[in-house]
T-cell receptor, first 111, second 116 residues
Framework: RKEVEQDPGPFNVPEGATVAFNCTYSNSASQSFFWYRQDCRKEPKLLMS???SGNEDGRFTAQLNRASQYISLLIRDSKLSDSATYLCVVNPRYNFNKFYFGSGTKLNVKP | GAGVSQSPSNKVTEKGKDVELRCDPISGHTALYWYRQSLGQGLEFLIY????????KSGLPSDRFSAERTGGSVSTLTIQRTQQEDSAVYLCASSPGVGQGSTEAFFGQGTRLTVV
C-alpha cells in the first residue's frame, strides 16, 4: 500500500467554483502534513502546511482528519491561475524528515 | 539566490554513458533529498541524506544509481550505464533537518535527463 494516495483527477472546474481534494495516508503515527503545488514543468512549491486544528490562507483551507487518516484542501472562488497539480505530502513520525509525496491531483480551471 | 541549485538544468546523454547530477542545497540545511519524476507521473523517492550520511537509500532503483554528499552540503547523484528508462526530471530538495521542527522541503528546479 502506498504511503500517500490521491485521486489523480483531472478536476475540470469553471472559474469561481469551489473545489476540494482529499488525500489519504497509511501511517497513523504520521506527524506533519503539507500541500504542495506543482505547475507544468516546474518544481513543487509549498502551498500550505496542514495543522491539526485546520488552517486557512485566503481562498485555501486545509483540514486534517487523524481518525480517518486523510487531509483535504478546499479552494474557493477558483482562478485560472489555480490550474496546477496539487501534491499531498506526509512526514511520518518514525522517519522524521522523510517526505512522502502523493502522485498529485490535477486541477484545470476553465474560463 | 539562496535557493536550492541544481546543475545541469538539462542533460542529453547516450545510452550506456555515465552522468553526474549536482545539487547545492540551501545553506545550513542538513537534510537533502533526491526524487525522480517521469513525465506526467508523481515524485519517486530516491535517497535521503542527513548530513553526509544516507539513512535511507531505499528508493535507488538499481545499483547503477549512487549518491554522495560531502561537507554536509553539495550532493551528487551518479547514474552509470544510463538506460532510456532513466529519462526523467531529477529533483533535489533540502530542509533544515532533524530536530529543527517540522518544516517544508524546498526544491531545486531539477535536472531534465534525456537518454537517447
Amino acid at each position: 500500500r502506498k504511503e500517500v494516495e490521491q485521486d489523480p483527477g483531472p478536476f475540470n472546474v469553471p472559474e469561481g467554483a469551489t473545489v476540494a481534494f482529499n488525500c489519504t495516508y497509511s501511517n497513523s503515527a504520521s506527524q506533519s502534513f503539507f500541500w504542495y503545488r506543482q505547475d507544468c514543468r516546474k518544481e513543487p512549491k509549498l502551498l500550505m502546511s496542514v495543522y491539526s486544528s485546520g488552517n486557512e490562507d485566503g481562498r485555501f483551507t486545509a483540514q486534517l482528519n487523524r481518525a480517518s487518516q486523510y487531509i483535504s484542501l478546499l479552494i474557493r472562488d477558483s482562478k485560472l491561475s489555480d490550474s496546477a497539480t496539487y501534491l499531498c505530502v506526509v512526514n511520518p513520525r518514525y522517519n522524521f524528515n522523510k517526505f512522502y509525496f502523493g502522485s498529485g491531483t490535477k486541477l484545470n480551471v476553465k474560463p | 539566490g539562496a535557493g536550492v541549485s541544481q546543475s545541469p538544468s538539462n542533460k542529453v546523454t547516450e545510452k550506456g554513458k555515465d552522468v553526474e547530477l549536482r545539487c547545492d542545497p540551501i545553506s545550513g540545511h542538513t537534510a537533502l533529498y533526491w526524487y525522480r519524476q517521469s513525465l506526467g507521473q508523481g515524485l519517486e523517492f530516491l535517497i535521503y541524506f542527513q548530513g553526509n550520511s544516507a539513512p535511507d537509500k531505499s528508493g535507488l532503483p538499481s545499483d547503477r544509481f549512487s549518491a554522495e554528499r560531502t561537507g554536509g552540503s553539495v550532493s551528487t547523484l551518479t547514474i552509470q550505464r544510463t538506460q532510456q528508462e532513466d529519462s526523467a526530471v531529477y529533483l533535489c530538495a533540502s530542509s533544515p533537518g532533524v530536530g529543527q521542527g517540522s518544516t517544508e522541503a524546498f526544491f531545486g528546479q531539477g535536472t531534465r535527463l534525456t537518454v537517447v
